[in-house]
């Protein structure tokens, strides 16, 4: 398996159902496998994970912590050499999953661009500088080594608030990784 593509959700079945039908229209020879973790037992991810050929997972209760305990749950069952963390509010390029995997090769992190709304139209990373900086990152644009990958956690306890992408990537950039960045957008953050 080439790829695990790792998406956290919970009450949010349109925006998963969309997240799994493009995860579905990637245009890619890669052998990939899509997990879908819910934050809780929820009935209607579970349906839609698995009407779209999804592996489902669940945390056993609310964490309530932006998937961040959902992610790590993903990240123990990814059988792939790779995994990517693919929201389920955002929207991907029919490539995205080829591009990724393509910037990674010979790097235990590949790096491309994802549009973000804050301002709109923003790209993040915008200043990459072979680093990843607060407020410059989004974990839909990476694609990591799975075993790079499970050097770092998603969710800490104490960490139940915004900014867990940051937070993820400098505990995983403190285990000195190696990076590669394509300047090509393969994703955008469009739904709220």
């Given at each position: 398996m080439d790829v695990?593509?790792?998406?956290?959700?919970?009450d949010r079945p349109k925006l998963l159902w969309l997240c799994c039908r493009q995860v579905r229209e990637q245009i890619t020879s890669l052998k990939w496998e899509h997990?879908?973790?819910s934050d809780g037992p929820d009935i209607r991810a579970q349906r839609i994970a698995e009407r779209h050929g999804a592996k489902y997972l669940q945390v056993p209760r609310r964490e309530n912590s932006f998937g961040a305990f959902a992610r790590d749950a993903g990240l123990d069952a990814a059988q792939g050499r790779y995994v990517c963390f693919w929201d389920d509010d955002d929207w991907y390029a029919g490539n995205a999953l080829q591009t990724l995997y393509d910037a990674a090769q010979g790097f235990d992190v590949g790096v491309c661009q994802m549009l973000h709304g804050d301002p709109p139209g923003s790209v993040v990373p915008q200043r990459w500088r072979g680093t990843f900086e607060h407020g410059d990152v989004g974990a839909p644009?990476?694609?990591i080594k799975t075993e790079v990958a499970?050097?770092?956690?998603?969710g800490h306890e104490d960490e139940?608030?915004?900014?867990t992408d940051f937070r993820y990537f400098a505990r995983l950039q403190a285990t000195r990784i190696t990076t590669?960045?394509?300047p090509k957008v393969v994703a955008e953050h469009v739904f709220v």
């Amino acid at each position: 398996m080439d790829v695990s593509i790792i998406t956290p959700t919970f009450d949010r079945p349109k925006l998963l159902w969309l997240c799994c039908r493009q995860v579905r229209e990637q245009i890619t020879s890669l052998k990939w496998e899509h997990i879908v973790i819910s934050d809780g037992p929820d009935i209607r991810a579970q349906r839609i994970a698995e009407r779209h050929g999804a592996k489902y997972l669940q945390v056993p209760r609310r964490e309530n912590s932006f998937g961040a305990f959902a992610r790590d749950a993903g990240l123990d069952a990814a059988q792939g050499r790779y995994v990517c963390f693919w929201d389920d509010d955002d929207w991907y390029a029919g490539n995205a999953l080829q591009t990724l995997y393509d910037a990674a090769q010979g790097f235990d992190v590949g790096v491309c661009q994802m549009l973000h709304g804050d301002p709109p139209g923003s790209v993040v990373p915008q200043r990459w500088r072979g680093t990843f900086e607060h407020g410059d990152v989004g974990a839909p644009c990476c694609c990591i080594k799975t075993e790079v990958a499970k050097r770092a956690k998603w969710g800490h306890e104490d960490e139940q608030k915004p900014g867990t992408d940051f937070r993820y990537f400098a505990r995983l950039q403190a285990t000195r990784i190696t990076t590669r960045f394509v300047p090509k957008v393969v994703a955008e953050h469009v739904f709220v």
